[in-house]
């Protein structure tokens, strides 16, 4: 049976939290990437939601970002090579101490926001991730866009590289996701969400905001735990995967 990972964003939080959205979202996903604190996430919300996932069998992911809590990690910054290399550096570290004490191991790394997308088409940035994530732990898979710039300096440094697609946003015709900003970029609508799944997954074209058609390549699909049907989304998923005779599980 073929199988697919379907990873979730979780973590992103502060202070006295209830895991109850997180804890049901992780029964419907293989692997999890989890805030390291720059966008979202303190050390107590991290070492949480290390111990659940891993109780759960997940595949624990870091989700390092730019430091910019006040725009959850969403606003474009221009940072030099070196410091996006530290700071990839410095938030690897951070989760994967709390992996440790709970005797679990860092599986991948999935940039977040703002440092995904420009990281997918910036050589500069893409090499600066890939280097200090191979640095870090070269057994770590990197998550980024199909034909990123992000996944070929992934290669480039030797890891083991995985592309993501996205069923509950809307893609352009260059394969980036449609800016928040665009309506029609946030994927609402339940049939909608599925009918871009089944076309993923079934390598079909999806149209795009922008009106063209485009086949996306995923090894792994991500659902964002911040959106408002992301509960309703999850079962659909499963359900939805299970009729295509898709078995989730993580890479």
Not at 63 to 74: A, I, K, M
Not at 93 to 115: D, S
Not at 185 to 198: P, T, V, Y
Not at 206 to 234: M, P, R, W, Y
């Amino acid at each position: 049976m073929r199988t697919i990972d379907i990873n979730c964003d979780m973590g992103e939080a502060f202070g006295p939290w209830t895991m109850a959205d997180d804890a049901f979202l992780m029964d419907y996903i293989s692997s999890v990437n989890i805030a390291c604190g720059f966008h979202a996430g303190d050390p107590g919300i991290m070492q949480q939601t290390v111990k659940l996932a891993l109780g759960k069998g997940l595949a624990v992911g870091a989700h390092p970002s730019f430091p910019d809590l006040q725009g959850f990690g969403r606003r474009n910054m221009q940072l030099s090579d070196t410091e996006i290399y530290q700071l990839i550096i410095y938030q690897l570290g951070a989760i994967a101490a709390f992996v440790k004490i709970e005797n679990g191991r860092l599986h991948h790394v999935k940039p977040h926001g703002a440092l995904y997308n420009m990281a997918a088409k910036n050589d500069g940035m893409a090499n600066a991730i890939a280097s200090a994530v191979a640095d870090f732990d070269a057994s770590l898979i990197l998550y980024g866009p199909a034909g990123s710039a992000l996944l070929s300096a992934g290669k480039a440094a030797g890891l083991r590289t995985a592309c993501e697609a996205f069923t509950e946003r809307a893609y352009m015709s260059d394969s980036s996701l449609a800016p928040r900003t665009l309506p029609g970029a946030i994927i609402e609508d339940k049939w909608e969400m599925r009918e871009q799944l089944i076309n993923i997954v079934t390598g079909k074209p999806v149209t795009t905001l922008d009106g063209q058609s485009l086949v996306i390549e995923a090894d792994t699909i991500c659902l964002h735990s911040d959106n408002k049907h992301a509960k309703i989304f999850a079962q659909e998923i499963v359900s939805t995967l299970k009729e295509q005779q898709i078995e989730i599980r993580s890479l």
